[in-house]
């Protein structure tokens, strides 16, 4: 599976912006779906993720309630609508896939598929 990230750009405080997730390869509609970001210095974080069908969805607390996240399977893209930006949300922005295992699973971990980043910029 292949990921193309795009969307990320500079934005003031409280604006929005929408990342994109292009994925192609085998079976990329069969896989959950995710965002992760990572700051300088910081660790990469979980954002957000989205089941095979669209019903499910995840989030991080610090964008729960901000954030969106929604797939497209016939087009094979996943997108990340971000609202009312804080600073703390300037990070690279990748997005992910991975398969589901086994019944139990952890939509913040086990990402098999990474895409190359997008920088987002939230200046005050």
């Known amino acids: 599976v292949q990921l193309q990230a795009s969307g990320g750009g500079l934005v003031q405080v409280g604006g929005s912006l929408r990342l994109s997730c292009a994925a192609s390869g085998r079976t990329s509609s069969g896989y959950v779906m995710g965002w992760f970001r990572q700051a300088p210095g910081k660790e990469r974080e979980f954002v957000a993720a989205i089941t095979l069908s669209g019903s499910r969805t995840f989030y991080a607390d610090s964008v729960k309630g901000r954030f969106t996240i929604s797939r497209d399977t016939a087009e094979n893209t996943v997108s990340l609508r971000m609202n009312s930006l804080k600073p703390e949300d300037t990070a690279v922005y990748y997005c992910?896939?991975?398969?589901?295992?086994?019944?139990?699973?952890?939509?913040?971990?086990?990402?098999?598929?990474w895409g190359q980043g997008t920088q987002v910029t939230v200046s005050s």
């Open positions: 992910a896939a991975r398969p589901v295992r086994s019944i139990i699973w952890d939509p913040t971990s086990g990402y098999d598929y």
